[in-house]
Structures are given as C-alpha cells and as structure tokens.
C-alpha cells in the first residue's frame, strides 16, 4: 500500500477506516478477499485517487465487482501488482530473446556440422585419382558450402549483436524496475520496505565487523495543522522540502528513506551517535532557516520545525530494537517542546 494509507493502518484510527471499508463493501455486496479489502481501502481512504475514481465510476453503472474484474483493477493500480506485472513482462521478453538466440546458434551448428561432412567427402574423394571436371565440380560445391557457412556464422553474429543490446536494455528495464519498487514517488528517497532490508543489513554488517551503525529518525513537527490549514498538496510541499534536505545530507555511504507519512529516516553506517547528532542538528537549523510560500497562492506558510531522535546499534542488538530506541528518543524530543534532536544514549542515561 501506499505510505500515506499504511500510516493510516498503523495509526489510532486504524480500526475505524477497517470498519468503514467492511461496511461499504458489504453495502455493495463485495467480497472481503485481501485484493478486494485492499482495493476498497484504497477507495474510502483515498476516494479522489485514480483507484477512487476508478471505482467510483464502476459503482455508478452498476458494475458487478467479481474476482476478475479486482484482479484487473489491482494490475492496474496496485503498486506491488503493477511491479509484479512489470517483473513478468520483462521475464517473458528475457525468455523469448535466449529462446531465439539458442536456435540461431542450433541453426549454425548444424551448418558447421553439414560443412565439416562436406569437407570429410571431399577430402575422401581426392584422395582418389578424379578426372579435372570432377575435381571443378568437387571445387565449386566446396565454394558454395563455404558461402553458405560465411553468411551462417554473419548471421549469428549479427543476432548475437542484437541480442546484446535486447539483453542490456531489459537488464535497465528490470534495474528500474527495482528502483521504483523501492522508491518512494512523493519524495524520491528510499521507500519504507527499502528501509527495512537495508537496516537489517547494516545491522548484521555492522555485529559481524565489530563496527557500529546510528539510525536517526525525523518527524515534521506540527505537520497534521499544515494538512489541516492549507491542504494536501501544500502537506506534501513540505515534504518534498524536508526530504531534500534530508536526502542531500543523507546521500551514500549514509542512507536515506521516508519512512511513513511526515516520518524519515536515516541509516549512518561506520558514524557513531554523537557524530549522527550533529549531522541531525544541521538538518533541523537548515529545515527551519526558510520561511515557505505556498506554490499556487504565495501565502507565508511560516518555518517548519523537525523533531529527532538518534540512537547507536549495540552488541547483539536487533534492527527491531534499534528502530524502537530511535523511536523512544524522538518522542522524547517531541515531548521536551520539538524542533529538538535527542540521543537514546542520554535518554537511557536519564531514566
């Protein structure tokens, strides 16, 4: 699902929109099947979205919402089904192309096998006394099996050429495949479920190298009056600031994701706690430096503050509990007043 839409699972109103969605889908005699939850979750959370609308209009004419007609609406709007459909095509087009390939070697080996018997005859028939038009004819056939090879093994070449290319231009289909499937569209950092794997893998790094790692989390603080005050598209305005800041700051070896909603990330692989702090402080003096005008109207929408919380990954700590401890620093920072960094160190250090 979406960021916005899986916050909103996760969130104190979770239970609530689950219910709505049960209830309309009972209201127009759906099916409770995952695909069709998830579709209509979309459709009541997001009802001006293209899924929405989409849905919307089915509605309207009394459209039957069978299980083909969800798979075809999944295919088309669902992330996770569109990548798949995406994978699919582009194995398929993979497939076709090394199944042709291997018939124009298969083609030219036979070729080279008829020349090789070509060849062996000739060789038996003059080992014999030949009269000198049978050895023209011995000559000319030799000739003909030669061109005929020359333009085989041209051919091949040519489609092994092409095949390169075919091979290397779906190998950046699949690559941006994946980029997108980890992506986040609003702000182009890395989208939750890459976040996930890659804190996983630099913690497990991190344990087998005896080095350390620091996760910070960064939540826009307030952020729920700018939706409230100005709308959804100024909302995600200041989100697409935030996270370039953050993404300019956070750029490789350090890593940099949305997590969910007004929430980032960042991964410090090889940079400890204290170090990760003022990094963070940088990001908050920078983010809160810049008064913001709405796009459309030029209205003042005044400074944005961000929140923090840091924590360093200890012996035989787990990704889960590293995540939690960052977590727990940065309500601690929202507590204390926001627009605050704070380290789980001095937190646990505190209590």
């Given at each position: 699902m979406s960021a916005n839409i899986d916050t909103k699972l996760r969130g104190p109103g979770a239970y609530a929109l689950a219910r709505e969605v049960l209830e309309a889908m009972e209201a127009h005699q759906v099916w409770p099947t995952p695909v069709n939850f998830e579709l209509w979750t979309y459709f009541v959370a997001e009802p001006d979205s293209e899924l929405g609308r989409e849905i919307t209009r089915l509605i309207s004419v009394g459209e039957a919402f069978t299980d083909n007609l969800a798979d075809e609406l999944a295919a088309a709007y669902l992330p996770k089904a569109k990548l798949t459909e995406q994978i699919r095509d582009a194995g398929d087009a993979l497939s076709k192309e090394l199944i042709s390939v291997s018939r124009a070697i298969e083609s030219a080996q036979k070729s080279s096998?008829?020349?090789g018997q070509t060849l062996?005859?000739?060789?038996?028939?003059?080992?014999?006394d030949r009269e000198p038009q049978e050895l023209k004819a011995m000559v000319d056939t030799l000739a003909l099996a030669t061109k005929r090879v020359q333009r085989e093994n041209k051919s091949?070449?040519?489609?092994?050429?092409?095949?390169?290319?075919?091979?290397?231009?779906?190998?950046?289909?699949?690559?941006?495949?994946?980029?997108?499937?980890?992506?986040?569209?609003?702000?182009?950092?890395?989208?939750r479920k890459a976040f996930d794997e890659e804190l996983e893998r630099a913690c497990a790094e991190a344990d087998a190298d005896g080095q350390t790692v620091t996760l910070a989390v960064i939540d826009i603080d307030h952020f729920k009056n700018f939706n409230d005050t100005w709308g959804?598209?100024?909302?995600?305005?200041?989100?697409?600031?935030?996270?370039?800041?953050?993404g300019r700051v956070g750029a490789p070896p350090r890593f940099a994701a949305r997590y969910g909603g007004e929430e980032?990330?960042?991964?410090?692989?090889?940079?400890?706690?204290?170090?990760?702090?003022?990094?963070?402080?940088?990001?908050?003096?920078?983010?809160s430096s810049r008064i913001l005008k709405r796009r459309s109207t030029n209205d003042d929408l005044g400074a944005v503050t961000v929140s923090a919380g840091v924590a360093q990954l200890r012996r035989g700590e787990s990704a889960h509990s590293l995540m939690e401890r960052s977590d727990t620093a940065l309500y601690a920072s929202k507590r204390s007043g926001r627009n605050l960094v704070t380290n789980a160190e001095i937190v646990a250090d505190a209590a």
């Open positions: 096998e008829a020349y062996a005859s000739a060789s038996t028939s003059l080992a014999a091949l070449e040519k489609r092994l050429a092409e095949s390169t290319t075919e091979v290397a231009r779906l190998r950046e289909h699949l690559e941006q495949v994946r980029r997108d499937a980890t992506t986040d569209g609003l702000t182009q950092l890395a989208n959804h598209q100024t909302g995600d305005q200041v989100i697409r600031y935030v996270a370039s800041v953050i980032f990330a960042l991964i410090f692989p090889r940079e400890t706690a204290d170090v990760a702090a003022l990094v963070l402080e940088e990001i908050r003096d920078e983010v």
